[in-house]
């Protein structure tokens, strides 16, 4: 089994940055790609980024795009949200989320990813 466990939300300001951490623990975190969601109030869950497992892909929703980047660290077991010029469009609860699956692709689909973490929560204010 794998449990995933977000830190590094909280309250900022438009413009502000926050980095958000996916500490990864259960089964190796070798070869398991990683993905960021989120959901705001009144919506459903997005996507947000995905990595591959070994970091050399990764894949941004065009809201985000040019203002997020997702890395991990396999050593730490580690995959990092850096979210700069925030916005208060930003704000919502942010999922981690791993795939164990055999796709080249790494998938965008909620449905596709096997376990979440708790959500922590991203404020910004303006």
């Known amino acids: 089994q794998v449990q995933l466990v977000e830190s590094g939300g909280g309250l900022v300001q438009a413009g502000g940055s926050l980095r958000l951490s996916c500490a990864v623990s259960?089964?190796?975190?070798?070869?398991?790609?990683m993905g960021w969601f989120r959901q705001a109030p009144g919506k459903e869950r997005e996507f947000v980024a995905a990595?591959?497992?070994?970091?050399?892909?990764?894949y941004y929703a065009d809201s985000v795009k040019g203002r997020f980047t997702i890395s991990r660290d396999n050593a730490k077991n580690t995959v990092y949200l850096q979210m700069n010029s925030l916005k208060p469009a930003d704000t919502a609860v942010y999922y981690c989320?791993?795939?164990?699956?055999?796709?080249?692709?790494?998938?965008?689909?909620?449905?596709?990813?096997?376990?979440w973490g708790q959500g922590t929560q991203v404020t910004v204010s303006s």
């Open positions: 990595i591959s497992w070994n970091g050399g892909t990764t």
């Open positions: 989320a791993s795939y164990h699956g055999r796709r080249t692709v790494v998938p965008e689909e909620r449905d596709e990813y096997d376990y």
């Open positions: 259960g089964r190796t975190f070798s070869r398991y790609a």
